[in-house]
């Protein structure tokens, strides 16, 4: 109920007609009301909005209404091409890309290649095929190597400005001088050499010549900082390795801290967005963006030139110049982590190297091209990670969530088709020798659009091997003898009770003798006719296509590979190979050779999502060719 000094305020703005009579008074409460109403129900509303979205895109909510950044939001993903992607990186994909796309901003495509020892173009290849697959487009195609010539006039910079130096001790040593987290560290005896000389050994450490390991280039922080971080981290590092993008020009390389920010920052990104274990690098990330402000700001004042530099380097020195642009802000979230999985690229390496799988692209992998091989679409990837959201609270996910989200998505796209995977004979005794006929399957009942396919009905038919007992239980409602089943979308048929069946001389059944009702096929008024018999599959004998068919379970044994890998090399001090292999799960992949399928699935191009009616969600493999049809099965019908 509104109070009277606020109804009083109102009134001093309302026209002095509507104070003659009591009546008019009455009136204009009211509509003060309706008034007040609407406002606690925008505020409801808004507050319900913020709750939906994550932490993340609020801020950036906030930061664009603030007017930061010229209210212009420009993301990245920069991928390491030193491997495949896996679901980890769809959620950083889903987040740089999404949000960009949501608030009108752009997101580049950034490859980290500052390690040429193990990167290669058919990563590059292949993270771009995966981010179309999941359906986004980047702005523009960038590489961490496009700044190099930056970066190092950078440390120039820092080298003149008693910021940074150059280092002699072994790797070893520097690590002892670091002190821990209790202690403080110790200086290098050459923290202090002179500027002069400084420059000089950089200089030497780019030329070739100089022993990978005898010299790097440290920034000049604190030693004693609580953030071991802090203590004069490592910038540059010698390697004497061609790069695959700028040749023989760089024989030493910056390091991921010194080469991340100062990217986005030249990039003109405004929000970077990373994971959890990067919350400790925040303070050096948003120090050294501060020092490359302070740099390109020298070289304004100094008059310096820049046109060495490419137009697009020009034009990013200029942009850091401004008023505008604050520059980049890091925000980290939480991994995607899931229970059963193992997503370190470099045991995913190892599996790949080691022969324990087929490849970075097998249907038991967590890579992105592994789950499209499987049957995983785009499209629930991207629910599943809407599922989850966005936290600061890392946590184990449930791969049963995940299999629920793709069983949901795949019940609204995939084909319906008849497959047998364990055969055994069905003769319709009654049914005339020779003939065929062709019946009506509706290919999706959850999509109208999709239309309907024919299927082949004859005397002879394969069915499931489980769906007939010779003995039936009291509560087996398939085929037995004297029961009735209905086949789906064909006809009603009998099991023979004086002659069911024949077997093999090790008593396992061959052949399955039945009648067939004439009246009751699908869509004609026998087909109503109830039975306490379930509806099962089958597929011709006559034109019924032998197939391949892979089962996948879980590739590892333990719900947490990661910590139960590391427990077991340390207990046992045997290299990670050693221990996946006594965590792999034997049973993970199944190969089904004699199966049957219909025609009209068989002839399917690779990736394309089936249900194996009864059986579960299918997907052709790429292996797949007309004379041998290969599926992979990407979940059941159930959890």
Not at 337 to 361: I, P
Not at 557 to 566: G, H, Q, Y
């Amino acid at each position: 109920m509104m109070g009277y000094s606020r109804l009083d305020d109102k009134f001093g703005k309302y026209n002095a007609h509507c104070f003659v009579n009591s009546k008019n008074i009455a009136t204009f409460a009211r509509k003060m009301q309706r008034t007040d109403t609407i406002m606690e129900e925008k505020i409801l509303n808004e507050s319900e909005e913020r709750r939906s979205v994550s932490f993340i895109e609020q801020m950036v909510i906030d930061d664009l209404a603030a007017g930061k950044n010229g209210s212009r939001l420009q993301t990245r993903f920069p991928p390491e091409p030193n491997g495949y992607l896996h679901i980890g990186h769809a959620k950083a994909i889903a987040l740089d890309f999404g949000l960009a796309k949501k608030y009108d901003g752009e997101c580049n495509l950034r490859f980290d290649d500052t390690n040429p020892q193990k990167e290669d173009t058919e990563y590059i290849e292949s993270i771009e095929q995966d981010i179309k697959w999941l359906g986004f487009e980047w702005a523009h195609v960038y590489y961490a190597s496009d700044y190099f010539q930056q970066l190092w006039d950078f440390a120039v910079w820092l080298i003149k400005k008693g910021r940074a130096y150059v280092d002699e001790q072994t790797a070893e040593a520097i690590a002892q001088q670091k002190g821990t987290t209790t202690t403080p560290g110790t200086n290098s005896p050459f923290r202090d050499r002179p500027v002069e000389e400084n420059l000089r050994l950089f200089e030497f450490m780019n030329s070739g010549k100089c022993e990978p390991g005898t010299l790097t280039l440290r920034a000049k922080i604190d030693m004693a900082h609580p953030n071991m971080l802090f203590r004069d981290p490592l910038i540059y590092r010698v390697l004497n390795i061609p790069h695959v993008k700028t040749g023989s020009k760089w024989n030493a390389y910056p390091m991921y801290d010194f080469t991340h920010g100062q990217s986005d920052y030249l990039e003109g990104v405004t929000h970077s967005w990373c994971t959890l274990e990067f919350v400790e690098h925040r303070p050096l990330y948003d120090l050294f963006v501060t020092w490359m402000k302070e740099w390109a700001m020298d070289m304004k004042e100094e008059g310096v030139k820049t046109d060495d530099y490419s137009e697009r380097m020009q034009s990013a020195i200029r942009n850091l110049q401004s008023a505008t642009y604050q520059g980049p802000r890091q925000t980290e979230f939480n991994k995607l982590n899931l229970n059963y999985t193992l997503m370190s690229k470099r045991n995913l390496l190892a599996l790949v190297n080691e022969g324990l799988v087929s490849g970075w692209d097998d249907p038991r992998m967590p890579t992105i091209c592994g789950l499209r091989r499987r049957g995983f679409s785009p499209e629930s990837l991207r629910n599943f990670i809407d599922k989850i959201g966005y936290t600061k609270i890392d946590a184990l996910n449930d791969m049963a969530l995940l299999e629920s989200v793709v069983r949901d998505d795949l019940n609204s796209r995939a084909l319906r088709v008849s497959a047998v995977l364990d055969p055994v004979k069905v003769v319709l005794t009654n049914y005339p020798e020779g003939q065929t006929e062709q019946l009506e399957a509706i290919n999706n009942p959850e999509c109208e659009a999709d239309g309907t396919h024919e299927v082949e009905f004859s005397r002879e038919l394969w069915i499931e091997r489980d769906d007939f007992m010779e003995v039936a239980e009291k509560k087996f409602m398939r085929l037995a003898p004297g029961k009735e089943v209905r086949l789906k979308n064909a006809y009603i048929i009998k099991c023979d009770e004086t002659h069911p069946c024949d077997k093999d001389s090790e008593g396992r059944v061959t052949t399955i003798y039945c009648t067939y009702d004439p009246e009751s096929r699908s869509g004609m008024p026998g087909s109503n006719r109830k039975i306490k018999g379930k509806t099962l599959h089958w597929v011709s004998c006559h034109n019924a296509r032998k197939a391949e068919v892979r089962l996948y379970n879980r590739l590892w044994k333990v719900e947490n590979p990661r910590d139960e890998l590391a427990a077991l090399r340390e207990a046992q001090q045997c290299d990670a190979v050693t221990a996946m292999k006594q965590l792999i799960n034997p049973d993970s992949l199944s190969i089904i050779s004699d199966c049957y399928i219909e025609p009209f699935a068989a002839s399917m191009p690779a990736l394309t999502y089936l249900q194996f009616q009864r059986i579960g969600y299918f997907n052709v493999d790429p292996d797949s060719t007309a004379d041998h049809p290969v599926f992979n099965k990407t979940v059941g019908l159930k959890s």
